[in-house]
């Protein structure tokens, strides 16, 4: 393999999922389970090392069944340059590792909820079901598979049904279904050159434009402003830094309303963006920063969470230098 594919594969979208706010919300789920209800913070990192496997699974078959229409519309992946064998093969290995890791939880609530989340990551992308293609269908299943399954695979780990979980529920399943409108309404183009029967191709990209900033927006914030609300009366240390990311957020704002700063972002609203930073950004890092404090074995966790918010932190200080307000979707290719 030439060093500049090797490169771009190295490059590949996929194996940024550790730093995507699939991740985040899984990660500001666990260490609040985990402060709350108790457990071993080696078997936690492992149930997050899981779920890594799971959403990297989510990439590479949507890659897979995706790759006709990716090349047709000019979007060719750093894996579509690999051989059918060995894309399979990659596919392959990483559902032995994400097997390993149930085999070592061994936790049935989670397996069956993690091997639901799974199937339905299939149906998502293969055909003939393929309901990525199947409208206001393909988007709450998106919500489900990418945040609000593996949202609920770790309530089912901690073993912690009741309001608690609720909120984070309804939390991570509304962040999915902004995730993948706002995606869709950017990809508008190219899903439209290749046919695909996306929610945006369906209504057209000003009425979707128009239902996201009037209800998806507003409703996803507020929910991700309860969660932080919930997490702050449960853990005061994390009440301060929910204020402050408010505040620099207020601030900003007027920058723009100054015209010292630019809003570049047509789609997603600020309010949006600071729920967003709030709870997959903040949240993560308050959290197991309590937790180091309440015992060195939680240590563990750290290298996971730092890991996890580097591209964030990157593409925060490039806004900050060029002074212009945007939202960048973490995983995109190198």
């Known amino acids: 393999m030439s060093g500049g594919r090797l490169r771009r594969l190295l490059g590949y979208r996929g194996w940024k999922v550790w730093g995507s706010y699939d991740m985040h919300v899984c990660l500001c789920a666990a260490l609040y389970f985990l402060l709350i209800a108790g457990g071993d913070p080696l078997r936690t990192t492992l149930l997050l090392t899981s779920l890594g496997f799971y ?132 990809d508008y183009e190219s899903d439209a050159k290749t046919g695909c029967g996306s929610l945006v191709t369906r209504i057209g990209k000003e009425r979707a434009i128009a239902l996201f900033r009037g209800f998806v927006a507003p409703l996803t914030s507020a929910a991700l402003f309860t969660l932080s609300a919930l997490v702050s009366v449960r853990i005061p240390a994390a009440a301060i830094f929910v204020v402050l990311t408010a505040l620099a957020y207020l601030y900003v704002f007027l920058l723009v309303r100054r015209g010292s700063w630019e809003l570049e972002e047509e789609v997603f609203p600020l309010h949006l963006s600071c729920a967003f930073r709030t709870v997959n950004n903040v949240l993560p890092v308050v959290l197991v920063t309590v937790l180091g404090f309440r015992g060195a074995s939680n240590l563990i966790l750290v290298p996971l969470v730092l890991f996890s918010q580097y591209k964030v932190v990157v593409q925060r200080l490039r806004m900050l230098k060029a002074r212009r307000v945007m939202h960048a979707e973490i995983v995109e290719e190198a």
């Open 55 to 186: 959403f990297m699974y989510g990439f590479l078959i949507n890659d897979f069944f995706d790759m006709p229409l990716d090349v047709a519309a000019g979007k060719r992946r750093a894996v579509h340059e690999l051989s059918r064998a060995a894309f399979v093969s990659l596919i392959a290995a990483v559902i032995v590792t994400s097997g390993l890791h149930l085999w070592y939880l061994r936790e049935p609530l989670y397996v069956a909820v993690y091997t639901a989340a799974y199937a339905l990551a299939t149906l998502y992308s293969a055909p003939p079901a393929r309901l990525k293609e199947r409208g206001v269908a393909g988007v709450v299943v998106n919500g489900l598979i990418e945040k609000a399954l593996p949202v609920l695979a770790v309530v089912a780990f901690f073993h912690s049904f009741g309001f608690d979980a609720f909120v984070l529920l309804t939390a991570a399943f509304l962040m999915g279904i902004a995730d993948i409108v706002a995606h869709q309404i950017y």
